[in-house]
């Protein structure tokens, strides 16, 4: 008996979720609700016997200049792995992209994950790119943090002070959008517009010089006991004051207090030379358990520049 590949298409979040939910990794469902994913999906599966043994979601991203494609989740079964089944269902990812003018794909992995020791190996037999190390992700719990001495930085620096992002004006709201599109003054993904759904009111603050905005913090809840600090920026002037300090200080001591969660997650560039040393900082320098590594694979098919 052989394997057999079938391509689903179409599919809504939902539909993922009730028919493939048990077959993903990591979880689509998780990764649903912390991100805004792009509708249709599609998903590639691997049966033997009728029974599903490895399975993909992929999303496509007609995004300007180049289109991709992502392989949200890549799973086999135990039992039926170092067979060729990731490779083959790869393979078909490929072609469906080729046929819906994709011109890259990508895959997402960690370094927490067994499979870190073999995805580059696997993708390097299907011609992907080498991976690169694109970001890294802080976990910190209140406990490991609280008696460092940075933590002790409770008071905002003169001048500066904090009111929260939900008592934001219309006006004031507007001058954060222009000034994103007249200077480009924060990264896209430090954006504090994201997934307005699951933020905290409670913990996400704007800090202020002389009621100025000069930065933010925006958290999000991702889990029962766990929340997200999704964008934390600071204006290049008002950097190195303290003030950037106490905002985390603030924010983080508002949602324990609050008993909204104890684990706090948030997300470094690993260009980012600047916030990785602050993040090492704030994780205390024996606490390398702290980091972990995510890892983006590439595969161009088509108008590479
Ligand atoms: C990653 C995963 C999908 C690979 O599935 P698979 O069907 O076993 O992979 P393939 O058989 O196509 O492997 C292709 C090549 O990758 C490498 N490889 C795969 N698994 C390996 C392992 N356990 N040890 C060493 N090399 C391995 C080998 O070079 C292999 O070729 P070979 O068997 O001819 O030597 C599977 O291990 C898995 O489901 N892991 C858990 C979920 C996960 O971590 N997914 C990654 C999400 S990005």
């Known amino acids: 008996m052989s394997y057999n590949y079938n391509v689903y298409r179409n599919l809504s979040t939902q539909e993922v979720i009730q028919k493939f939910e048990p077959y993903t990794f990591p979880s689509f469902r998780q990764k649903s609700k912390v991100r805004n994913l792009k509708e249709p999906f599609f998903v590639v599966e691997a049966t033997y016997n009728g029974e599903k043994v490895g399975l993909a979601v992929l999303e496509l991203l007609h995004n300007q200049p180049h289109s991709l494609m992502k392989i949200l989740s890549l799973w086999v079964k135990e039992e039926h792995r170092r067979r060729g089944i990731a490779s083959q269902i790869l393979r078909v990812a490929e072609k469906i992209a080729l046929n819906n003018q994709i011109n890259y794909l990508n895959i997402i992995f960690q370094n927490n994950w067994e499979s870190f020791k073999w995805m580059p190996t696997l993708l390097q037999k299907l011609a992907w790119n080498k991976p690169e190390k694109r970001t890294i992700l802080v976990k910190l719990a209140y406990k490991q943090v609280c008696d460092l001495p940075w933590f002790q930085i409770k008071d905002f620096p003169a001048n500066f002070y904090v009111t929260k992002w939900v008592e934001l004006t219309e006006t004031e709201l507007n001058y954060i959008k222009r000034k994103k ?5 924060y990264p896209d993904e ?8 699951l933020l905290v009111a409670e913990g996400s603050f704007v800090l202020r010089y002389n009621e100025k905005i000069v930065g933010w913090i925006i958290i999000h809840k991702i889990g029962e006991q766990q929340v997200q600090v999704t964008s934390y920026f600071v204006d290049k002037d008002y950097r190195g004051t303290k003030a950037s300090i106490a905002l985390i200080v603030q924010a983080v001591e508002k949602i324990v207090k609050q008993n909204l969660s104890k684990e706090f997650i948030f997300m470094v560039s690993a260009d980012n030379k600047e916030m990785l040393s602050l ?5 205390g320098e024996h606490n390398t358990g702290a980091f972990t590594e995510v890892w983006v694979g590439q595969k161009w098919l088509q108008g590479q520049i």
């Open 279 to 283: 993040s090492k900082k704030i994780a």
């Open 181 to 185: 599109v007249s200077e480009n003054w």
């Open 190 to 197: 430090l954006s504090p517009f994201q997934l307005p759904d």
